[in-house]
């Protein structure tokens, strides 16, 4: 079974930043796109950015644009989440998943690991 583990969260002052990491096991990775989702309270998930198989190609939410940057290392089996300028708006548990497509609409597996808290004080 696929498992994804999240890391890297933490307590960030507006304007700061954040590396998370998600690393993959038991999964063919390097033939997977894969993309970054987050919840805050009261709030469905939503999608944050996502990025190919290669890492060539990446998508991003508007509300991040200019600000993170998504990347992975294949050799790892790791995606990453470089989070800067960050905001209030921001904080949520923050998880990956392998997408089918750029668009974030589609997760490959049903399911979730356990995500990383990210918290932005003002």
């Known amino acids: 079974q696929v498992q994804f583990v999240e890391s890297g969260g933490g307590l960030v002052q507006t304007g700061g930043s954040l590396g998370l990491s998600c690393a993959a096991s038991?999964?063919?990775?390097?033939?997977?796109?894969m993309g970054w989702y987050r919840q805050a309270p009261g709030k469905t998930r939503e999608f944050v950015a996502a990025?190919?198989?290669?890492?060539?190609?990446?998508n991003y939410a508007d509300s991040v644009k200019g600000r993170f940057t998504i990347s992975r290392d294949n050799a790892k089996r790791t995606v990453y989440l470089q989070m800067n300028s960050l905001k209030p708006e921001d904080t949520a548990v923050y998880y990956c998943?392998?997408?089918?497509?750029?668009?974030?609409?589609?997760?490959?597996?049903?399911?979730w690991g356990q995500g990383t808290q990210v918290t932005v004080s003002s």
């Open positions: 990025i190919s198989q290669s890492g060539g190609n990446t």
């Open positions: 998943n392998a997408v089918i497509g750029l668009s974030g609409r589609y997760q490959k597996y049903g399911y």
């Open positions: 038991g999964s063919t990775f390097s033939s997977d796109a």
